[in-house]
């Protein structure tokens, strides 16, 4: 009677903590997976930005050239008009 409990705890403890063991690599794998699905949408934000400055500063890059042509032309008809 003896020797069956303590097979029973054996089996028992043996096949709680080899669960835990278990679940816990599925939580570390778990957790690898969100740490890379969050490491690439960081890098997908930072692409985004990226091109968004670019065409920020490409769109701010036209509008200061096409001030420019317009002041000329502003100051071209300026001195057409004086005497």
Avoid: H, N
């Avoid at 403890?13 to 278990?22: D, H, I, P, T």
Wanted: glycine share 10%; aromatic share 4%.
């Amino acid at each position: 009677m003896r020797r069956r409990l303590a097979v029973f705890f054996a089996a028992a403890f043996v096949s709680v903590f080899g669960a835990v063991a278990c679940g816990g690599g599925a939580q570390e794998d778990v957790q690898k997976q969100g740490e890379e699905q969050a490491k690439e949408g960081q890098q997908q934000v930072e692409g985004q930005l990226r091109e968004a400055t670019q065409q920020i500063e490409q769109q701010a890059q036209e509008a200061k050239q096409k001030i420019g042509q317009e002041t000329q032309e502003v100051q071209k008809q300026g001195k057409e008009q004086r005497p």
